[in-house]
C-alpha cells in the first residue's frame, strides 16, 4: 500500500476542520502555510477543507511524486490553458491535484482540471470529452471524491481524427467524401 501524505492523512482526519461551505464562505481570507492567497481555483473547490487546500499546497509535487522540488514555488494564481493551449501538458510530468465539473453554455458539462507539473508550473485546463472528462468520472466514482493527488508521469496524451458534425461519425484518416472537421481528444497519461 502507498504511503498516505501527510495531507491524505489530514484529509481522513477532518472531523473538526473547516467544511467546504466554510472555505467557500471565508475564500477572501484563506491563506496558505507561507501565508501566500490560497488559488481562486482551489479554495472554490468543494471537496477539499482549508486545511487539507494548505496542507496539500505546503506538500508540493516532491512529496506527492517523488519529484525534488519546494511546493512554495507553485503557490501562486494558476495559470489558465484554454483550448488547444493544454498540448503544452503533452507528455510533461504532472500531478493532478482536484477538479470540479461544471456545467457548461456549450457542452452540457465539463471539467476543470488543477495541475502541477514538475518544473513548478500550477495550470488549470477544461475538458469536456470522451478523454480527461470521462476518465475523472471514473476516478471520482472510485475515489468518491474529487481531488488527487494522481501522478501522471507522461502528462497528457492525445488522438487525433476527423469529425462530421452531419452525422457524428469520426474517421482515422480524413474521407475524401464527406465535409468533416479536425478534432482532438485529451487522455491523462
Same mark, same amino acid.
Given at each position: 500500500?502507498?504511503?498516505?501524505?501527510?495531507?491524505?492523512? %489530514?484529509?481522513?482526519? *477532518? =472531523?473538526?476542520? @473547516? &467544511?467546504? $461551505?466554510? !472555505?467557500? %464562505?471565508?475564500?477572501? *481570507? =484563506?491563506?496558505? @502555510? &507561507?501565508? $501566500?492567497? !490560497?488559488?481562486?481555483?482551489?479554495?472554490?473547490?468543494?471537496?477539499?477543507?482549508?486545511?487539507? !487546500?494548505?496542507?496539500?499546497?505546503?506538500?508540493?509535487?516532491?512529496?506527492?511524486?517523488?519529484?525534488?522540488?519546494?511546493?512554495?514555488?507553485?503557490?501562486?494564481?494558476?495559470?489558465?490553458?484554454?483550448?488547444?493551449?493544454?498540448?503544452?501538458?503533452?507528455?510533461?510530468?504532472?500531478?493532478?491535484?482536484?477538479?470540479?465539473?461544471?456545467?457548461?453554455?456549450?457542452?452540457?458539462?465539463?471539467?476543470?482540471?488543477?495541475?502541477?507539473?514538475?518544473?513548478?508550473?500550477?495550470?488549470?485546463?477544461?475538458?469536456?470529452?470522451?478523454?480527461?472528462?470521462?476518465?475523472?468520472?471514473?476516478?471520482?466514482?472510485?475515489?468518491?471524491?474529487?481531488?488527487?493527488?494522481?501522478?501522471?508521469?507522461?502528462?497528457?496524451?492525445?488522438?487525433?481524427?476527423?469529425?462530421?458534425?452531419?452525422?457524428?461519425?469520426?474517421?482515422?484518416?480524413?474521407?475524401?467524401?464527406?465535409?468533416?472537421?479536425?478534432?482532438?481528444?485529451?487522455?491523462?497519461?
Amino acid at each position: 500500500m502507498p504511503r498516505k501524505t501527510s495531507a491524505a492523512q %489530514n484529509a481522513d482526519n *477532518t =472531523a473538526d476542520e @473547516n &467544511t467546504a $461551505a466554510d !472555505v467557500n %464562505n471565508g475564500a477572501d *481570507t =484563506a491563506k496558505t @502555510n &507561507t501565508g $501566500a492567497p !490560497v488559488p481562486e481555483v482551489i479554495k472554490n473547490h468543494n471537496a477539499l477543507s482549508e486545511r487539507e !487546500v494548505r496542507d496539500f499546497l505546503a506538500e508540493g509535487f516532491a512529496s506527492i511524486s517523488s519529484q525534488a522540488m519546494e511546493a512554495s514555488a507553485v503557490l501562486g494564481q494558476a495559470s489558465l490553458l484554454a483550448g488547444d493551449d493544454k498540448a503544452k501538458l503533452i507528455g510533461a510530468n504532472m500531478v493532478v491535484l482536484g477538479w470540479r465539473f461544471n456545467e457548461g453554455q456549450f457542452a452540457d458539462e465539463f471539467v476543470s482540471v488543477l495541475v502541477l507539473t514538475e518544473h513548478d508550473e500550477f495550470y488549470v485546463f477544461n475538458d469536456s470529452s470522451a478523454g480527461v472528462y470521462r476518465q475523472l468520472q471514473n476516478a471520482t466514482e472510485r475515489l468518491g471524491r474529487q481531488y488527487g493527488p494522481i501522478h501522471c508521469p507522461h502528462g497528457l496524451r492525445t488522438s487525433d481524427y476527423w469529425y462530421d458534425e452531419a452525422t457524428g461519425e469520426t474517421f482515422t484518416v480524413k474521407p475524401d467524401d464527406r465535409k468533416t472537421i479536425p478534432a482532438r481528444t485529451f487522455y491523462l497519461a
